[in-house]
């Protein structure tokens, strides 16, 4: 899988759009710890030993919370993962909030598992390529196929169908605060 440039989904505002590459996982699984019987993300489904990812990109950031249109009681958090000494990780050192990889509210690792928040769905940017022939013959990844799909079911790169919801009160915190505009080469808040 080839990373690709995160485009403007979530939060306008998000530090990471149109800066830096990577792929996108959904981190959370069911009450039973299995991957939820349904996918908004289309009918093929990817699964990865979470060591396996968190080994190639061990540093963690916080980069965005939002809600998606019109789902104001469905919230998100993108962790993104980087490789140390990248490009990526050079941006979101400077750019991000680091999280610790074995202490904070969304992915985190404990005892030997890795474990996930079920209060907010965490939407995880890898921003690394990865090889996941090679992850299937190593038997730390599998393919799903002809998995249901519950919403939209597909992806919508480009961001139109994944943007925030403006007017939310528990993520919206530029609620009445007016965007940057460039009048005369000059930034006006």
């Not at 030997?112 to 965490?122: I, N, Q």
């Not at 022939?133 to 190593?138: D, P």
């Amino acid at each position: 899988m080839k990373t690709y440039l995160k485009d403007a989904s979530g939060d306008r505002r998000s530090p990471i759009n149109g800066e830096i590459c990577g792929l996108f996982f959904f981190a959370n699984v069911n009450r039973s710890g299995e991957p939820f019987p349904y996918s908004p993300f289309g009918d093929t489904r990817v699964l990865m030993q979470a060591d396996e990812v968190l080994s190639l990109t061990p540093n963690m950031f916080f980069a965005d919370f939002h809600c998606m249109q019109n789902k104001q009681d469905i919230h998100h958090v993108t962790v993104v993962l980087t490789k140390s000494g990248s490009s990526a990780d050079q941006f979101c050192n400077r750019c991000l909030p680091r999280l610790d990889v074995n202490s904070n509210p969304f992915l985190y690792k404990e005892d030997g598992c890795v474990w996930v928040s079920s209060a907010v769905f965490v939407d995880v940017f890898v921003t690394e390529d990865l090889n996941v022939q090679s992850m299937i013959e190593r038997e730390i990844a599998e393919m799903e196929y002809n998995v249901p799909t519950r919403g939209l079911g597909t992806t919508s790169q480009g961001g139109k169908m994944g943007e925030k919801t403006n007017g939310c009160g528990q993520c919206d915190i530029f609620s009445g605060r007016v965007l940057a505009v460039n009048s005369d080469d000059y930034e006006v808040y």
